[in-house]
């Protein structure tokens, strides 16, 4: 386990679930990206987000990962897009507004997955309806 992904797993308590944390850490990646002025900063955010969707991409890699299917190819796909997006822009001023895009939908993704779990058990009584638990990413290393 490297140590970006060990600190992850020790900083996140049990207090948060993984999908709490992943939308806290995205958070965090997007308010540097958007608060980012000078290029000392404009790198360091880059840099950050490089190592979040590091984290999500070798999680996605593992073969414990929970996900398959679409869902892990399409999040295997944007998190080389993520990653290749970020290393240009530190080459050449590209706009940070697409990976600040991408990472609000990915927090719209976990947020909305978070509400729909969570109403899931009242609607099973009515209607049937799936499980929602698709877009959790395990983050530990």
Not at 76 to 100: C, D, G, V
Request: positive net charge; glycine residues 4%; hydrophobic residues 40%.
């Amino acid at each position: 386990m490297n140590y970006a992904a060990s600190q992850y797993q020790s900083q996140s308590g049990g207090y948060l679930s993984h999908r709490e944390t992943e939308i806290m850490a995205l958070r965090h990646v997007n308010a540097q990206l958007i608060a980012a002025k000078t290029t000392d900063e404009r790198h360091q955010a880059l840099h950050y987000n490089q190592k979040l969707w590091g984290i999500f991409l070798r999680s996605l890699q593992r073969t414990d990962c929970p996900l398959g299917g679409v869902l892990k190819q399409d999040l295997l796909t944007l998190s080389s897009w993520s990653l290749k997006h970020s290393n240009e822009a530190l080459m050449r001023p590209l706009s940070l507004q697409p990976l600040i895009d991408v990472n609000n939908d990915m927090i719209l993704g976990l947020s909305s997955d978070s509400i729909a779990a969570a109403e899931a058990p009242l609607k099973t009584q009515t209607a049937k309806h799936p499980s929602s638990s698709t877009l959790r990413l395990a983050l530990t290393g």
